[in-house]
């Protein structure tokens, strides 16, 4: 899979370092079951790159090694020069310095939005709570969510829990998001805020990859996009190529039932 | 429901159809065959003298003539606090709500009943009721220059647990409690500890280290499977082995400790089931954020695992409360002790029943009161 890579380089305008380098990453669950068979992907400094793939694919599980919330039995994880291993130093540097997003939000129910989003800030990063809620109300303005900052997660739609949940990470200061399938469990009309939320951030620089299923965000916003397949990386191309253009015979499958 | 004439209501909750007329018609019977005798051995048979000539014997016990101001000042604290708290926690105007002058009337009545026939000319038995209102309008004062006192009210009940515990306990040691005195000071000292040691067991229960998970599982599983008598005797003979000869143990204290460690394998169980109730997605989202496992069990889990067991938690509490009862029988004055020290008097001799209603009567409105605290807790 290294030949996607060199391609992709040139696509980059601005010469950026990889931040994001994960090589041969194996993972069996309990049961034996080989759910990520040797998968490679780099990852470039303000790159957005977006994962595709039909569900039992392997693609959450895949970037969820990232950030340790699952282990993986055999290759490397390389994060902004820090090795992920079983060295629990590493492991919270390096979350740290990744947010993530889940697809059921899962927001802290008994505290308020603002309390959510200084809660990290405060406990992990040892900031003063009136910077930390300085910086939280910032965010929260960002992602429009300001008048509920005083509220409670239940008393917001989901779309707005969403949108609270990114500036959770965001309130970390994080150098790369991951985005697990966000606007999966979201009613068709609180998509739209999720997904223009996600583009602003894309286009402030940030380094993102994004489980997703919304193809007009990965045509619009993505430098890369990757198909993972039970537990492989079936190809990996630019959107335009990807849509327009597939080389693989499974990747010419997947968009036709999507599409 | 409450703009239904009294009519329609019986008609339609008492009386729908034939057979629920005559379960209604059968029931009343039996209230009123069982009202009537129980209202009459009220008036004529009973003695209620046993109750009036021993109150101060049940709620002091053989606590020190010359130290007693020490209970009333005491109590006079807690009534003190009961009423600061109320003003924090009440709503604008309440006092002059209906509701809220009638509980404030039973409570008056109650007290001053009370202080009428423990000591008519003790101060503070009589001053409670004044007590009680000062420290509401205290509250409603402080509530105004400091709205953030409502946080700290659990900490300051804490805080004066302990001062007014070794306020008095200090000149007469914890062996010489009895009475209602000693039922609630066990019972509190026991709650107040079985809740960390029960919170501690649940957390090893699901520990990722082998040995503190088996630990745990095997202490939770014997110690349910087994009578809390038996482990009141067993503290009573067994701790006095363990530990070094030097070190006496008093009574009252292994029977805290029994206590403690009985209903610290309940607590965890009920914690476990709150600690299950927490989705996954929780502890992920706060260990993506980058919180170490004690930050995520401090600050994300147990905060929502146990307000989801407030219910079962004080229902233990409850019975831990109800089960001090059992402080009779390894010899020990409780309440239940001293009642049955009041019975063997001759002069008093046949009274069992007088006797055992009021300390049903007792019993009965400490736990109420538990209960309605937890859902206002629950809120």
Known sequence: MTDYEIDTKKNKSKASEAIIIASNVNKWYDNNFHVLKGVDLTVYEREVVVIMGPSGSGKSTFIRTFNALEPYQKGSIEIDGIKLSDDLKNVDAIRREVGMVFQQFNLFPHLTVLKNVTLAPVWVRRWKKAKAEEIAMQLLEKVGILEQAHKYPSQLSGGQQQRVAIARALAMQPKIMLFDEPTSALDPEMVREVLDTMRTLANSGMTMVCVTHEVGFAREVADRVVLMDSGTIVEIATPEDFFNNPQEERTRQFLSQIL | ?379
């Open chain 2, 1 to 379: 429901m409450n703009k239904v004439s009294p009519w329609i209501w019986l008609k339609k909750n008492l009386f729908s159809t034939w057979y629920n007329a005559v379960l209604t018609l059968i029931s009343l019977l039996f209230i009123y065959w069982i009202g009537l005798a129980f209202i009459e051995w009220a008036l004529t048979l009973a003695q209620w003298r046993v109750i009036e000539a021993n109150l101060k014997l049940l709620f002091v016990g053989y606590y020190p003539q010359e130290l007693l101001w020490l209970t009333w000042t005491t109590l006079g604290a807690i009534v003190g606090l009961g009423g600061f708290s109320w003003g924090i926690l009440s709503s604008y105007s309440s006092l002059l709500k209906r509701k809220s002058l009638v509980i404030l009337g039973i409570i008056c009545a109650v007290f001053i009943s009370v202080a009428f026939s423990v000591d008519r000319s003790n101060y503070i038995l009589l001053s409670l009721p004044v007590i009680l209102v000062a420290g509401y309008f205290l509250g409603k004062q402080l509530k105004r220059l400091f709205p953030e006192l409502k946080s700290w009210l659990a900490l300051i009940w804490l805080l004066s647990f302990f001062v007014l515990l070794w306020f008095l306990l200090e000149p007469i040691g914890i062996d010489r409690l009895s009475g209602l005195l000693l039922t609630i000071s066990v019972a509190l000292i026991s709650i107040l500890l079985c809740f960390p040691f029960g919170v501690l067991l649940a957390l090893g229960r699901q520990s990722d280290l082998p040995a503190i998970r088996w630990l745990s599982v095997a202490y939770i599983e014997i110690i349910r499977g087994l009578p809390l008598i038996g482990i009141l005797f067993m503290t009573q003979v067994m701790l006095p082995l363990v530990l070094p000869s030097n070190l006496q143990l008093s009574q009252v204290i292994t029977a805290i400790a029994g206590f403690t460690l009985f209903t610290g394998a309940y607590v965890a169980e009920n914690v476990r089931g709150g600690l299950q109730s927490i989705p996954r997605g929780q502890t992920e989202a706060a260990k993506a954020l980058g919180l170490s496992p004690p930050f995520v069990i401090v600050l994300i889990i147990l905060p929502q695992a146990l307000r989801a067991v407030i219910p079962s938690l004080v229902g233990q509490f409850i019975s831990l409360f109800k089960d001090t009862s059992l402080m009779a029988i390894v010899g020990l004055v409780d309440l239940l002790g001293i009642s049955q020290s009041i019975l063997a008097n001759p002069k008093y001799l046949g009274r069992s029943a007088e006797l055992y209603l009021f300390l049903g009567l007792i019993y009965w409105v400490c736990c109420y009161s538990m209960s309605i605290a937890s859902r206002r807790l629950e809120k």
